[in-house]
């Protein structure tokens, strides 16, 4: 698989990245998809400066293989965690959550390569001349904040219009979804719900236990009237949520404050009731805990298989 564009682009084994997820994707977990050939991804999001900088130490101590760091623009401590990625030589950051403009300049100039998520056609355009290297086309399929287009929908478009590699991701989370990825179009897919479950990831095992217990319809999007939807599994939190967004008395800031710290108290303190557990619609194929190392070889060899059986044993590697 080292033939593979994103492979060579970013160092790696294996075309897989892991989700940047707020609360979840520390050291270990990135440090672990790392050492399994994957792309590992340190999240940004709830870390202040210092924070994220012993995060990034601790994941040099366990990995001697590339990882990154997932920059959520909409984050507090978002110059600050740009400033460390920048002083700590990152290698490669993936961008969420807006428009990465106000940064790219910095980054591109401390030789960090940007990978953007982006949910439209428009936005790819955009960043692959703002300098970005690949653009992750993250369908409405996935966990935490989403689009409104389909992966199915999404990437082969987003492939059509930019020049550089595009990442596929939204509703992946084995062999057939990958190789439906790289028939789209896709140079690799990126995976979250799918690493909520690895043995190496820290998210409290209430949240983990709620993810294997998944089936397709239980996951819901709330949050569009404040402009910002997001797909977390059901609960009383969400129901409550929902209500109160049907309800025309209820302000923004109520439900801001609702939402606030929500996925904090399911993913560190285990509220899986009244905080949020945000996962993507591909939960319900979600059903093992396995390590990041049987979860990656375990995707890549299954999705080569089925594109063998298609085109057979001497089509080009994924």
């Given at each position: 698989?080292?033939?593979?564009?994103?492979?060579?682009?970013?160092?790696?084994?294996?075309?897989?990245?892991?989700?940047?997820?707020?609360?979840?994707?520390?050291?270990?977990?990135?440090?672990?998809?790392?050492?399994?050939?994957?792309?590992?991804?340190?999240?940004?999001?709830?870390?202040?400066?210092?924070?994220?900088?012993?995060?990034?130490?601790?994941?040099?101590?366990?990995?001697?293989?590339?990882?990154g760091v997932n920059l959520m623009l909409m984050s507090p401590y978002i110059e600050e965690a740009v400033q460390v990625v920048c002083e700590e030589n990152i290698r490669v950051v993936t961008t969420g959550a807006g428009n990465p403009a106000k940064y790219m300049e910095k980054l591109n100039g401390a030789g960090v390569k940007v990978i953007c998520v982006v949910a439209s056609v428009a936005?790819?355009?955009?960043?692959?001349?703002?300098?970005?290297?690949?653009?992750?086309?993250?369908?409405?399929?996935?966990?935490?904040?989403?689009?409104?287009?389909?992966?199915?929908?999404?990437?082969?478009?987003?492939?059509?219009?930019?020049?550089?590699?595009?990442?596929?991701?939204?509703?992946?989370?084995?062999?057939?979804?990958?190789?439906a990825a790289f028939m789209l179009g896709a140079k690799a897919v990126q995976m979250g719900t799918r690493f909520l479950t690895a043995k190496e990831c820290n998210v409290h095992e209430?949240?983990?236990?709620?993810?294997l217990s998944a089936k397709d319809r239980d996951t819901i999007v709330t949050g569009k009237t404040l402009g910002h939807p997001v797909r977390a599994l059901k609960n009383r939190m969400t129901r409550d949520f929902q209500e109160k967004e049907k309800d025309p008395a209820t302000t923004p800031e109520e439900l801001?404050?609702?939402?606030?710290?929500?996925?904090?108290?399911?993913?560190?303190?285990?509220?899986?009731?009244?905080?949020?557990?945000?996962?993507?619609?591909?939960?319900?194929?979600?059903?093992?805990?396995?390590?990041?190392?049987?979860i990656i070889e375990g995707i890549c060899d299954d999705a080569k298989r089925r594109i063998q059986e298609i085109y057979g044993k001497n089509c080009v590697s994924i």
């Open positions: 698989m080292n033939e593979n564009e994103v492979c060579s682009l970013l160092g790696i084994e294996y075309p897989v990245i892991q989700g940047g997820m707020a609360w979840i994707a520390d050291a270990e977990l990135a440090a672990a998809v790392s050492n399994a050939g994957g792309l590992g991804l340190i999240a940004a999001m709830n870390s202040n400066g210092e924070q994220l900088r012993e995060q990034i130490h601790k994941a040099k101590e366990l990995t001697d293989k590339p990882f936005l790819a355009v955009t960043v692959e001349r703002m300098g970005a290297c690949a653009v992750v086309a993250e369908g409405c399929e996935s966990g935490g904040h989403v689009g409104e287009t389909t992966t199915m929908a999404l990437v082969p478009q987003v492939v059509d219009a930019v020049n550089i590699p595009v990442i596929a991701a939204g509703g992946i989370a084995d062999g057939r979804g990958m190789a209430n949240y983990k236990q709620k993810v801001e404050k609702m939402g606030a710290g929500a996925l904090r108290r399911a993913a560190i303190e285990g509220d899986v009731r009244y905080g949020s557990c945000m996962c993507g619609q591909i939960a319900g194929l979600v059903n093992s805990e396995d390590t990041c190392k049987e």
